[in-house]
């Protein structure tokens, strides 16, 4: 089967749900930033040797790819709220280890923290994207979460490699 099916060479594409709109659409604009951002996470995941943190973001590119199907307005839940209590699980066992903050943390430090902070910013560019294509609640809030995970995993992995954090002055 190739690749190219040249139906979009005109600007337009199909959404999962047959319907046929300009590649402008907000939806299209929503769901291709969260493919951005799934690259963003691979490549965080390739800076990083811990199993568990591995596994975490592994769930979390699955979860974006259904992300994905979700705002292409393929039938299904794609995202439910057991996967945003899965987050804010995640963020509460990481912020009881690290320390508490005490300032607005600027986005710089080792290669993998400012990696999080480059998904965490993508990730809030899909926020916004979703909310111009008229997301569900529930995908908001999950990118919403998701977001937070990505900074509260910066200050984790900032502070597992013993590393200073950089306060705004």
């Not at 979700?70 to 839940?77: C, M």
């Not at 899965?86 to 943390?105: G, S, Y």
């Not at 910066?154 to 705004?168: N, S």
């Amino acid at each position: 089967m190739a690749i190219y099916t040249k139906t979009g060479d005109k600007g337009e594409t199909s959404l999962a749900s047959g319907v046929r709109v300009a590649k402008t659409d907000p939806r299209i604009e929503a769901y291709g930033t969260v493919d951005e951002l799934n690259s963003w996470v691979g490549m965080l995941r390739a800076s990083l040797s811990e199993s568990h943190i591995q596994e975490q973001l592994s769930i979390v590119q699955n979860k974006l790819f259904n992300l994905g199907a979700a705002l292409s307005e393929a039938p299904g839940e794609w995202i439910s709220a057991d996967d945003i209590r899965t987050l804010e699980t995640w963020i509460d066992e990481m912020q009881a280890i690290v320390p508490k903050q005490k300032a607005f943390i600027l986005p710089m430090g080792s290669e993998p923290v400012c990696r999080c902070h480059i998904c965490r910013t993508v990730c809030r560019r899909c926020e916004r994207k979703m909310i111009e294509s008229n997301a569900n609640l529930t995908l908001l809030q999950y990118i919403n979460r998701l977001s937070d995970f990505l900074f509260v995993l910066a200050r984790y992995i900032c502070h597992l490699a013993g590393e200073k954090e950089y306060a705004w002055k």
